[in-house]
Nanobody
Framework: VQLQASGGGLVQAGGSARLSCVAS????????LGWFRQRPGKSRELVAT???????SYADSVRGRFIISRDNAKNNVDLQMDTLSLEDTAVYYC?????????WGQGTLVTVSS
C-alpha cells in the first residue's frame, strides 16, 4: 500500500488550503484514514481521522476550521483547512490503518505566512 499526499504549499494566515491523499494497493472500507502533522520542533500529532461508517474526530486545535472527508470509491481522503494560522505550519502526513497495519504518506509541507 502506498499513500500519495498533495496540496501543500505557502498560504497566508487566514487563508485556506486543501490536502488530498490517494491510496494505491489494497485499501478497503474498514481502514481508518487520517491526517497527522509535525510542527517545527514538535512530535507528530493527530489532526483528524475518519473511521469506517464516516465516524470523524478532530484535534481540538483544528475543530471548526478543518474538515476531513473520504471517498471510498477513489481510496481518497481530503483535508480542507480554513482560517489557517501560523501555528498550522507543519508537514502533514496522511495515514491509513487497520488492526496492526499502518501506512504513511510521504508528507506535504504547509507553510502559513503572516
Amino acid at each position: 500500500v502506498q499513500l500519495q499526499a498533495s496540496g501543500g504549499g505557502l498560504v497566508q494566515a487566514g487563508g485556506s488550503a486543501r490536502l488530498s491523499c490517494v491510496a494505491s494497493g489494497s485499501i478497503h472500507n474498514l481502514y481508518t484514514l487520517g491526517w497527522f502533522r509535525q510542527r517545527p520542533g514538535k512530535s507528530r500529532e493527530l489532526v483528524a481521522t475518519v473511521a469506517p461508517g464516516n465516524i470523524i474526530s478532530y484535534a481540538d486545535s483544528v475543530r471548526g476550521r478543518f474538515i476531513i472527508s473520504r471517498d471510498n470509491a477513489k481510496n481518497n481522503v481530503d483535508l480542507q483547512m480554513d482560517t489557517l494560522s501560523l501555528e498550522d505550519t507543519a508537514v502533514y502526513y496522511c495515514n491509513a490503518r487497520y488492526t496492526f497495519y499502518s501506512f504513511w504518506g510521504q508528507g506535504t509541507l504547509v507553510t502559513v505566512s503572516s
